[in-house]
């Protein structure tokens, strides 16, 4: 064997032993560990902000407590199955208000829900009532949400003399029953849709979305799907080239 190979075969194990070691995993920096218990943000806000709801009723001194006012709630809404009310729950100066009805007085609205059978035309409706809650600002006012849905199996008259067949499911609705010191209603406001995005009815509330919802909406811009106007899509358009315009200076 000549000496070049001899010299070779006794560097080899040199070699190898720093080979490997530049193939062998290098070392990371270890990373910190995050602490998977709750971040408390101080947040440099005034807590005004919040209103103290128990001091603002107590200071209205409203002779009907929260609770009572909350139980003549679900009792106006019981007594014609969420569907209007009785008669005798009405204050003589009730006034009812939807998005775009109203106000109408007592006998105007008891004659308005007296037209519609909501019960025969959907006879599985069911209400879906939640969220009950005094207003403090008032005083004498429960707020509520509504929801509900059922399908058209029955006549509707004037609207669907014959039924559909379609289902309404409702979008979340605020709502509203103002009392007096009496316990009657005297001001009843029903249909403002808080997310036009849930259910079928067109982001529509009230009467409007239920037929809307069941191929029956009504030829008029009140009772049909919110849609931009022109005058809005050009304002929106003159907005956008005036933002690119700002940030091309």
Partial sequence: MSSRKKNMLLLLPTFLSRSAGAFSPVPRPSRPRHDASPVHLRLSVDDSIFVDEESMLAKRGFPLAPD???GLSKNFLMSEGGFGASPELLSPGFKFIAPVVGPLGKDEFLAAIGSVDIEAGFPDFQGEFYNFSVDPFEGDRVWYISRGRGTNTGPLPPFAPSPTGKEVVNPPQACSLTFDAGGLVT???IGYVMDRDIGNTGGLG???GL????GKGLPF???MPWKRSKRYALFQFIGGLAQKAGKNK
Avoid: D
Wanted: proline share 6%.
């Fill in 211 to 214: 037929l809307y919802a069941i």
């Fill in 187 to 189: 001001k009843y406001t």
């Fill in 221 to 223: 811009p009140e009772a």
């Fill in 68 to 70: 009572e006012l909350v």
């Fill in 206 to 208: 009230g009467l409007y």
